[in-house]
């Protein structure tokens, strides 16, 4: 994948759908440390299957991968997206990702 295109998945999935500010959100959690649903859910305040859902919304375009086996299996962000942090930042600053607490 180029990197102009990685950046549009980015842009795309992380700020110009209805679940992007989630997946923001469930892709900063992971930055912090590698996290399975149930993690994630507990952390963020969200629905087990919410999060499942924009779980793989991000693995299916690329930007984070399951690291274990499937049961217990913590995400990550993936080496492509980690390529592309600064524009990942500026996706967090646009959607306000990051500014509570």
Not at 13 to 35: F, K
Not at 48 to 65: K, P, S
Not at 73 to 94: G, M
Request: net charge negative.
């Amino acid at each position: 994948m180029s990197d102009g295109v990685m950046e549009g998945v980015l842009w795309y999935v992380l700020a110009s759908t209805r679940g992007g500010p989630t997946r923001a959100r469930i892709l900063a959690a992971l930055d912090e440390r590698p996290r399975n649903p149930n993690q994630l859910a507990e952390a963020l305040e969200l629905d087990y299957t919410t999060v499942r859902y924009h779980l793989d919304e991000l693995a299916d375009n690329g930007v984070v991968e399951a690291s274990g086996d499937e049961y217990a299996a913590v995400y990550l962000p993936t080496d492509r997206v980690r390529a592309h942090w600064d524009v990942v930042e500026e996706i967090f600053d646009a959607v306000g990702v990051g500014e509570e607490g």
